[in-house]
């Protein structure tokens, strides 16, 4: 899924993460086979947070690309 954000509060959710931006937000997210999630981010910045315990939370900016698996987030 590839995301152009125009209006606040969107949410991507996936079986691992939830991904969370504000406006003007650019960024792709993926689900492999093996049920692990990418994140990359082209503008502005997300908040990705763990399904399972949102306490896990990671703020990304653009240019960075993270995987999450169920074992960890590499």
């Given at each position: 899924?590839?995301?152009?954000?125009?209006?606040?509060?969107?949410?991507?959710?996936?079986?691992?993460?939830?991904?969370?931006?504000?406006?003007?937000?650019?960024?792709?997210?993926?689900?492999?086979?093996?049920a692990?999630?990418?994140?990359?981010?082209?503008?502005?910045?997300?908040?990705?947070?763990?399904?399972?315990?949102?306490r896990?939370?990671?703020?990304?900016v653009?240019?960075?690309?993270?995987?999450?698996?169920?074992?960890?987030?590499?």
């Amino acid at each position: 899924v590839q995301a152009n954000i125009m209006e606040d509060n969107f949410s991507i959710q996936t079986p691992l993460i939830r991904v969370e931006s504000p406006i003007g937000t650019r960024y792709h997210v993926r689900v492999v086979l093996n049920a692990s999630s990418e994140v990359r981010v082209e503008d502005g910045w997300v908040e990705v947070e763990s399904v399972k315990n949102p306490r896990n939370r990671i703020r990304m900016v653009a240019g960075q690309e993270l995987t999450f698996s169920h074992d960890a987030w590499k």
